[in-house]
């Protein structure tokens, strides 16, 4: 592996995990009886743009790398289905993801009033952000099983 | 009072269209790779025309959720109650994305 790739792979890997971990810190946040909708909103900035790093490090990696060089090692091995279901699945999920996240961005940079006013939105807002919390950690489990069937 | 209502209440309306645009993306994102995994057509097209499939999904995903948000935001809601049933159906639809594309996956692997 070229060392482009080593560091594309790094930056997906590093991006993708803090961006999950900046998820967890706005899921984290919101159930608080009092939120701290400046410190949620630059959280939620900063997990859009790490999500957006990992996406373009990890398709340029994906694209250029990983269908040549390291798909037919994982079709070859022990647990081909580490390609067929787990990265077939996690590559497009993962696609997902962003969306989710620009939309917990979007409601505490234009909405934030109603996460403190509307118990409604406020719940909605809980319940969407738990849930791209665990689509990221699952997300992140699936990279390591795919990581696992290359060795 | 009313000048920081209206300013609010058009926070309320980006924000609409902005999660409108997401759920259309994801939508977009589920069909495309279940249409695309079926037709072969569709696959070699995407291919063709962007350099890789996977590429394709996700530029053509951004210019959906770029498009409908912006357009979205002029006609949407201004209510709270809008957004939290937006949010809603945002968290709905990616559970089953999420579902429909693991047995999606699974099927072909497994056929």
């Known amino acids: 592996m070229s060392t482009l790739f080593k560091y594309l792979l790094v930056a997906h ?16 946040n919101i159930i608080k009886d009092k939120v701290n909708i400046s410190f949620v909103k630059n959280v939620a900035l900063w997990t859009v743009i790490l999500l957006f790093l990992s996406w373009v490090s990890g398709g340029w990696y994906y694209v250029q790398y990983y269908g040549t060089a390291v798909k037919p090692i994982i079709k070859a091995g022990s647990f081909p289905l580490a390609h067929s279901i787990v ?9 997902l993801l962003p969306f989710l996240a620009i939309s917990i961005l979007g409601v505490f940079l234009f909405a934030g009033d109603q996460v403190e006013s509307n118990l409604a939105v406020r719940r909605s807002a809980t319940r969407l952000a738990g849930a791209a919390t665990i689509l990221g950690i699952i997300i992140t489990l699936a990279g390591v099983v795919i990581s696992g069937a290359v060795r | ?16 269209g902005v999660v409108l645009g997401s759920i259309i ?13 079926l037709n ?36 949407e809601s201004r209510e709270g109650q809008r ?3 937006l949010l809603n159906a945002l968290f709905w639809i990616t ?14 692997a497994l056929t």
Do not use: Q
């Not at chain 1, 077939?88 to 993962?94: L, P, S, T, V």
């Open chain 1, 87 to 95: 990265m077939e699945w996690k590559e497009h999920i993962f696609l």
């Open chain 2, 25 to 37: 993306a994801v939508v977009f994102i589920t069909l495309v790779t279940l249409v695309a995994g």
């Open chain 2, 83 to 85: 957004l939290a049933g």
């Open chain 2, 40 to 75: 072969p057509l569709i696959k070699t097209w995407l291919k063709d025309a962007f350099g890789h499939h996977w590429v394709g999904k996700s530029i053509l995903s951004v210019v959906i959720f770029a498009t409908v948000s912006l357009f979205a935001g002029f006609f």
């Open chain 2, 1 to 16: 009072m009313n000048r920081i209502n209206k300013v609010c209440s058009i926070g309320i309306k980006i924000t609409n």
């Open chain 1, 13 to 28: 890997v590093v991006a993708g995990i803090l961006a999950v971990a900046g998820l967890w810190l706005v899921w984290l």
């Open chain 2, 95 to 108: 559970a089953l994305a999420s579902i429909l594309l693991l047995v999606f996956f699974t099927y072909e």
